[in-house]
């Protein structure tokens, strides 16, 4: 079962404009995490908060959480050709879960 | 090794074949993971390991699949009597210390059945 669900599902923009893509999630969460996935190759971890947490930033990445909402997103500042990816949340449900559960992901194309 | 390693890469199978898929995670790391991946989808969780305790499998989808890790390191997936909705990518993923931290995955598994 899916636990998050990203949005939206496909984002194209031009080189050198921000991308925002958003998550929610259903249940209390231990930590979100998001990835990036290139086509046809397994998914890398980019960037995890935790829940106590609101911001994050690594680079040219910024991720917020908002617990009350049950909502996160994720910006790409000054985006690059490299960055067409599809990007996932996953989250960590409660103490002492173990398994991510993905959202369907966000299709993310940077036209040069 | 640097990263989680998965063989074969690629697998075509007739219907009704058994396969079977193996993971190398990343030397020292306790927790690994299978998800599988349609196309288009996100990954969806089908087992975990810690060490060589499956401690969860509540994400296989039938009893033709089975997963190990005898000795708590290399894992493999396998799939009895392969079935055209098992075509999937099978990602391996392994973490130092579970989901505490970033998982680390294999490019992936694309099974092909026919």
Redesign the interface.
């Known amino acids: ?2 636990q ?1 669900e990203e949005d939206p599902q496909a984002l194209s923009i031009q080189e050198g404009e921000n991308a925002t893509m958003n998550c929610s999630y259903k249940t209390s969460i ?2 979100l ?1 998001w ?1 990036r996935q290139n086509s046809g ?5 980019l960037i ?1 908060i935790r829940s106590n947490e609101r911001e994050k930033h690594s680079g040219r990445l910024r991720v917020t959480l908002d617990t009350s909402k049950k909502s996160s997103s994720l910006l790409i500042t000054a985006s690059r050709a490299a960055d067409t990816a599809s990007y ?1 949340c996953a989250t ?1 449900e409660g103490q002492g ?9 966000t299709r993310l194309t940077i036209n040069p | 090794g640097a990263g ?1 390693s998965q063989s074969p890469r690629y697998k075509v199978a007739k219907r009704g074949q058994d396969v079977a898929l193996r993971c190398d995670p990343i030397s020292g790391h306790v ?1 690994l ?1 299978w ?1 599988q991946q349609a196309l288009g ?5 089908l087992t ?1 390991f ?1 060490n060589e305790a499956q ?2 499998k509540s ?1 296989l989808p039938s009893d033709r699949f089975f997963a190990e890790r005898p000795e708590g390191s290399v894992s493999t997936l396998k799939i009895q009597r392969t079935q055209q909705e098992d075509s999937a990518v099978y ?1 391996c ?1 392994s973490s130092l210390a ?11 598994t694309r099974l092909t059945v026919v």
């Open positions: 079962s899916q998050g231990n930590n995490q990835y190759r397994g998914l890398v971890h995890l996932f960590v879960a173990q398994k991510l559960v993905f959202g369907q992901g | 989680v927790s993971f998800y989808q996100g990954p969806e969780f975990y810690q401690l969860d994400g990602l993923a579970g989901a505490g931290y970033g998982y680390t995955f294999g490019s992936g």
